[in-house]
T-cell receptor, first 110, second 112 residues
Framework: NAGVTQTPKFQVLKTGQSMTLQCAQD?????MSWYRQDPGMGLRLIHY???????DQGEVPNGYNVSRSTTEDFPLRLLSAAPSQTSVYFC?????????FGQGTRLTVV | GQQLNQSPQSMFIQEGEDVSMNCTSS?????WLWYKQDPGEGPVLLIA?????ELTSNGRLTAQFGITRKDSFLNISASIPSDVGIYFC????????????FGKGTLLTVNP
C-alpha cells in the first residue's frame, strides 16, 4: 500500500524560481489537501480539493497554485519562490475525518 | 477562523511516566482528532472522537471529548521511548468534514 506519495523529499530553490511539488494517492479519496508546517506553527492549510476539477483556498494560499485533473494527483505549484516559503510541505488525502499524510517535502528557498 | 490551543508546548519525561496533554478552543467542535508525528514523518491519526463526553482508548492512549465540546484531552500511560514525537489535536472547521484545523502541537521527549 503506497498511500500518499510526495516527491521530491528535499528541494533547494533560489528566490524567484518556480517548481511543482508532486502528490499522488492510491486510495481513491475524493478529498486532498496541502499543508505547510513551520516550527511552533502546527500545520496550516494551503489549498484543498473536494474532487477532480474542484479546488479552493485554505488558510495560507498566497504564492501557491493547485489543480486537480485526476482523483489521484494533486500538485502544488510555487510560482515565484520566496524565502518565506521555506517550510515542510505535507500532502494529505482524506476519508471522512481521517487524513492520511505523505512523508513531506522539505523546501528551502535561498 | 477557529483556533486550537494546545498545552503544554513541550514535555520532557522519564520512561514509564504517564503523560497528559490538552487542547482547547473558543468555538465548539463536533469532532476531535488526535494525531502523532514521528520525527521526519507525516502525522498519523491516533484517535477520533465524535461525541461530547466520549472516552476512547487506543492501547496505552486514552482521549476524551470534553462535555462543553470546546476541549479534548489525551493521556498516555506508561510512556516508552517510541512515544517521542509531536502530538497534534485537530478538528473540522469552516463547515466542512474535511478541512482540518490543527493545534500547534505538544512535543514529547521520553528519557529512557
Amino acid at each position: 500500500n503506497a498511500g500518499v506519495t510526495q516527491t521530491p523529499k528535499f528541494q533547494v530553490l533560489k528566490t524567484g524560481q518556480s517548481m511543482t511539488l508532486q502528490c499522488a494517492q492510491d486510495m481513491n479519496h475524493e478529498y486532498m489537501s496541502w499543508y505547510r508546517q513551520d516550527p511552533g506553527m502546527g500545520l496550516r492549510l494551503i489549498h484543498y480539493s473536494v474532487g477532480a476539477g474542484i479546488t479552493d483556498q485554505g488558510e495560507v494560499p498566497n504564492g501557491y497554485n493547485v489543480s486537480r485533473s485526476t482523483t489521484e494527483d494533486f500538485p502544488l505549484r510555487l510560482l515565484s519562490a520566496a524565502p518565506s516559503q521555506t517550510s515542510v510541505y505535507f500532502c494529505a488525502s482524506s476519508y471522512n475525518y481521517e487524513a492520511f499524510f505523505g512523508q513531506g517535502t522539505r523546501l528551502t528557498v535561498v | 477562523g477557529q483556533q486550537l490551543n494546545q498545552s503544554p508546548q513541550s514535555m520532557f519525561i522519564q520512561e514509564g511516566e504517564d503523560v497528559s496533554m490538552n487542547c482547547t478552543s473558543s468555538s465548539i467542535f463536533n469532532t476531535w482528532l488526535w494525531y502523532k508525528q514521528d520525527p521526519g514523518e507525516g502525522p498519523v491519526l491516533l484517535i477520533a472522537l465524535y461525541k461530547a463526553g466520549e472516552l476512547t482508548s487506543n492501547g496505552r492512549l486514552t482521549a476524551q471529548f470534553g462535555i462543553t465540546r470546546k476541549d479534548s484531552f489525551l493521556n498516555i500511560s506508561a510512556s516508552i521511548p517510541s512515544d517521542v514525537g509531536i502530538y497534534f489535536c485537530a478538528g473540522p472547521s469552516g463547515g466542512s468534514n474535511y478541512k482540518l484545523t490543527f493545534g500547534k502541537g505538544t512535543l514529547l521527549t521520553v528519557n529512557p
